[in-house]
């Protein structure tokens, strides 16, 4: 449906919260501001109510979660019966059947699916620690610490995660306390004017420089950057990683934690370049709104960890929460169920025209990036560069306009669309005009 505003953006109710979590939250996790932000009561759909009752247009998926949409009847049915009957266990200790019927799910649809034998998962409770279950898998798996990883790159942010990824304002303040076993290498796009040939040639030559000292264990990637502005990489990319991870035995990783379950149009993004990983790491849309994800490997790998001897070396309290792990096998049920890939594909088809009828307007729109339902749209300044206070000033502006958006990429200046799969064409026309008046 389409946004509806009953008061000015935020409104007294929003207005008064902030002013209390200004003096009870520390100040660097909420971004406040005259304009923003509005606090969230409930939401359906692609809409999002805030407190004072307006309603909003997600663009989103509240970061990449919510692709069925807010509160779709089957997650809360399965969420209310599993609530009703078991809301925490001991997961590593005496877990639960869900458990045992997700982590065989995620076996399902990754390794089995992609014919090349079963997968075995490790839990977690957060993306970050989806990433840093894998970086620790590729370490005991091969004895050599070192990682390639990618500028731009988005992992988390909790140190292991961190160490990793390729944006210097969320490493800059920490680095002295981060280690440095990462070795970062620039992330090649698909829009790069360069010679093909000459572009995968000199990525192969740094990659191989890396790989030739001999303590590199895994190679850690997003088969499409995501925070790092919807960048897809050239044709040649992921399957010159899986060549040389397999010459130099690295682990391939694939963090698929936004691109996963549809996202760009195919189950996994990998998926578009038809290169299997060794590790693949997942969380976001996998339960549909619940703090769980997965680091799923290849069992070969996998069964480098030694088994339990009654304590795990790599566990948390809530590992396998019965909870999460309902959510996702339900949410996995009905994104296979729904066939989204077609959907994805037609509702992109009118997300990126309407994107590219905005960009004819010239400046200040740069380039459209992206697949599926991952795109992104630079805002750019007089000279074409890089203009990211305008950007922050048309999130303002859409969001008085009963839009939600963010920013993404690292100078911060694309604005990402990465809305619920089922957002309509007349949602677009309104999204189109809102762009147009916020110019
Ligand atoms: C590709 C990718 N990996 C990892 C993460 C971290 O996930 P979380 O915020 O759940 O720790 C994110 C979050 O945006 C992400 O986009």
């Known amino acids: 449906m389409l946004p509806e505003l009953i008061t000015s953006i935020p409104g007294p109710r929003s207005r008064a919260l902030a002013t209390r979590l200004r003096d009870h939250e520390s100040r660097n996790v909420t971004f406040l501001s005259p304009g923003f932000p509005v606090f969230w009561q409930r939401a359906h759909g692609t809409n999002v109510w805030d407190a004072d009752g307006n309603r909003f247009l997600d663009l989103t998926s509240g970061f990449g979660v919510a692709s069925l949409g807010y509160t779709p009847d089957v997650i809360v049915q399965a969420m209310q019966a599993q609530a009703a009957t078991l ?10 059947e869900e458990k ?3 982590c065989a799910t995620l076996s399902k649809l990754t390794f089995e699916s992609w014919s090349v034998g079963s997968g075995k998962t490790i839990l ?14 590729a370490f005991v798996a091969t004895g050599k610490p070192g990682v390639i990883a990618f500028r731009g790159g988005y992992h988390g942010l909790g140190y292991g995660a961190l160490t990793v990824t390729g944006n210097d304002f969320f490493r800059s303040r920490f680095s002295p306390q981060l280690a440095e076993w990462a070795h ?7 829009h790069d004017p360069r010679d ?28 499409i950057q995501g925070r790092g502005g919807e960048v897809v990489p050239p044709e040649w990319f992921l399957p010159l990683l899986r060549v040389l991870a397999d010459e130099f035995k690295a682990v391939l990783i694939f963090d698929e934690i936004f691109t996963g379950f549809y996202r760009t149009g195919k189950r996994f993004a990998c998926d578009h ?9 997942l969380g976001k849309a996998l339960t549909s709104g619940f703090p769980l994800a997965a680091c799923v490997g290849r069992a070969a790998v996998m069964d480098a960890w030694p088994p339990s001897d009654g304590e795990a070396i790599h566990t948390s309290t809530f590992l396998g929460n019965p909870l999460g792990c309902r959510m996702a096998l339900t949410a996995l049920e009905e994104m296979e169920r729904r066939n989204l890939a077609p959907k994805v594909h037609g509702v992109n088809k009118l997300l990126r025209a309407m994107l590219q009828q905005v960009q004819g307007h010239g400046k200040p729109w740069g380039a459209i990036r992206g697949r599926g339902l991952m795109l992104g749209l630079e805002v750019v300044d007089t000279h074409g560069k890089p203009d990211s206070a305008r950007a922050g000033r048309f999130i ?13 990429s690292p100078e911060r200046n694309t604005l990402s669309f990465t809305p619920p799969f089922d957002l309509s064409a007349e949602e677009i026309a309104f999204v189109g005009n809102a762009l147009a008046e916020a110019m």
């Not at 977690?124 to 898998?137: D, H, M, P, R, Y």
């Not at 290498?185 to 698909?190: G, L, N, R, T």
């Not at 995968?200 to 088969?223: C, D, F």
């Not at 370049?273 to 790491?281: A, Q, T």
């Open 87 to 96: 809301y925490h266990a001991m997961g590593d200790v005496h877990p639960t």
């Open 100 to 102: 045992v019927e997700l």
């Open 124 to 137: 977690t409770n957060s993306g970050s620690e989806a990433v840093e279950a894998a970086l620790k898998t």
């Open 184 to 190: 970062f290498v620039p992330y090649p796009s698909e």
């Open 196 to 223: 093909p040939l000459e572009c995968s040639r000199e990525m192969e030559e740094l990659l191989r420089a890396a790989l030739q000292r001999g303590t590199i264990g895994a190679i850690l990637v997003e088969p």
């Open 273 to 281: 370049w038809e290169v299997v990983p060794d590790l693949v790491c």
């Open 396 to 408: 303002e502006s859409l969001l008085a306009k009963g839009v939600i958006i963010l920013s993404g």
